[in-house]
């Protein structure tokens, strides 16, 4: 497989969290041009936003894929949906979130997507997990991964529940 190498963040704060995550994994694999190469530590932590809900379970995955980032986006917004995603709340709870973080080294700048996400720089539930699989990421017009988490110290908590190997 050509591959581009793009990195996800999964998040989920309704139900089996857990569960939910690891359907998302499964869902992505099946997809013929989508391979999940590494993940993440399973990691609990606070809710950004809308603070009145229950805490995320997050983690970041590296995935190959010969799917471009509108397909690739298309593909996990279907797996959202599979999983039971229902809209309410802006930043409120959600079975499943699969946030495109990087692909490649690019940017992309559309109506419907923007890479890399508009957000990342100040989550530490993205940041963490994302230096953990990679500290020197380019993440483009900023730097690599872990120099953006030294730059965002203070924040929501994020707690490691589980290593790759456990979940
Ligand atoms: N890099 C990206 N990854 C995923 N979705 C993106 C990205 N950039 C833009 N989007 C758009 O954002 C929308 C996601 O809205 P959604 O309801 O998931 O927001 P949210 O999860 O509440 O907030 P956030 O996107 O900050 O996590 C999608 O419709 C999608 O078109
Ligand atoms: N801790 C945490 N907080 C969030 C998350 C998330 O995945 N984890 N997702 C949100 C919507 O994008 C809003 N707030």
């Known amino acids: ?22 359907k998302a994994l499964v869902y992505l694999d099946e997809v013929p041009e989508i391979r999940v190469a590494q ?8 809710p950004v936003g809308y603070t009145e809900q229950d805490f995320f379970l997050n983690a970041v995955v590296r995935v190959e894929t010969t799917l471009n980032p ?4 298309k593909n996990t917004q279907e797996i959202e949906n599979r999983l039971g995603r229902k809209r309410t709340i802006h930043w409120g709870p959600r079975t499943m979130d699969i946030d495109i973080l990087l692909f490649n080294e690019e940017k992309v700048s559309k109506p419907d997507l923007v890479i890399p996400h508009a957000e990342m720089l100040h989550r530490r539930f993205v940041l963490v997990p994302l230096a953990e699989l990679d500290r020197q990421i380019l993440i483009p017009g900023f730097g690599q991964a872990g120099k953006a988490l030294e730059d965002c110290p203070d924040g929501e908590r994020v707690f490691l529940v589980k290593t790759a190997e456990q979940w």
């Open 1 to 22: 497989m050509h591959a581009n190498s793009a990195y996800l963040s999964l998040g989920s704060n309704l139900g089996d969290k857990e569960a939910y995550l690891k």
């Open 39 to 46: 993940k993440s530590s399973l990691y609990q932590t606070d």
């Open 70 to 73: 509108d397909e690739l986006l």
